[in-house]
C-alpha cells in the first residue's frame, strides 16, 4: 500500500505543480503547454483481452495529461502525454509516457491510439499466484481510446492500454485495463 499512496502522491504533486505554473494573470487565457487532462475508473487486469488472463484485482484510477505540442499527421495531431494508474486494491500500479495520435471527427467523435513505456510496481517473476509476473520494472504502454466530445472542453470516452515488455524479459504475462474517463480540454 505504500507503493501506491508514493504514486499517488507523486501524481498530485506533479499535477499541482503543472496548475500552479499556469500562472493567474488572465484566467480567461488557457495555459499553452496543456491540452487536455482525463480522469477515469479502469477495471484492472482485465482478462480475455490481449494479455489473455487474470490474477489481480480491484479497480484503477486514472489520471493523464495530454500536452500541446503537436503534430498534425492522417487527419489527426500526435501530443506528448504522461500519465499513472493507481490499483486500488494494492496491486500492481504504473506511471506511463508517450506520445498519443488522436483523431477528432466533426461529429464530436474521437479515436486515439498511442505507443510509450510504464514503470510499475508489480512483481518482475511469479512470487504470488494472485500477482502477475511482468519480467522488467520498465515496459511497453499502449493506450487506445474512442469517445465522444460533450461540447467544446468535455468529452467521455472508453479507454484501454496494455503494458508488457513485449518478451525482451523471461517473464511477460502482461496486463490490461479497461474503463470509462472524463477529459477537460483546456
Known amino acids: 500500500m505504500d507503493n501506491a499512496r508514493t504514486i499517488i502522491g507523486m501524481m498530485v504533486f506533479g499535477f499541482g505543480c503543472g496548475v500552479s505554473s499556469v500562472g493567474y494573470a488572465d ?3 488557457p495555459p499553452g503547454w496543456l491540452h487536455e487532462v482525463k480522469l477515469g475508473v479502469l477495471h484492472h487486469d482485465t482478462g480475455g483481452l490481449w494479455s489473455g488472463f487474470r490474477r489481480e484485482s480491484g479497480a484503477d484510477f486514472n489520471l493523464e495529461a495530454i500536452f500541446s505540442p503537436q503534430y498534425k499527421i492522417l487527419g489527426g495531431f500526435i501530443r506528448p502525454a504522461l ?17 498519443r495520435w488522436q483523431y477528432d471527427h466533426a461529429s464530436g467523435i474521437f479515436f486515439g491510439v498511442g505507443f510509450g513505456g ?13 500477482r502477475k509476473a511482468l519480467g522488467s ?45 472524463y477529459g477537460y480540454r483546456f
Open 118 to 130: 510504464a514503470v510499475h510496481n508489480g512483481d518482475l517473476h511469479l512470487q504470488h499466484y494472485d
Open 27 to 29: 484566467e480567461r487565457r
Open 137 to 181: 520494472r520498465v515496459l511497453f504502454h499502449i493506450p487506445v481510446e474512442i469517445g465522444y466530445r460533450v461540447g467544446a472542453r468535455s468529452s467521455l470516452s472508453v479507454y484501454f492500454d496494455h503494458v508488457s515488455n513485449a518478451n525482451l524479459a523471461d517473464a511477460n504475462e502482461g496486463m490490461d485495463t479497461f474503463g470509462g474517463r
Open 83 to 99: 500519465g499513472g494508474s493507481v490499483n486500488t486494491a494494492g496491486d500492481t500500479s504504473k506511471l506511463y509516457s508517450g506520445i
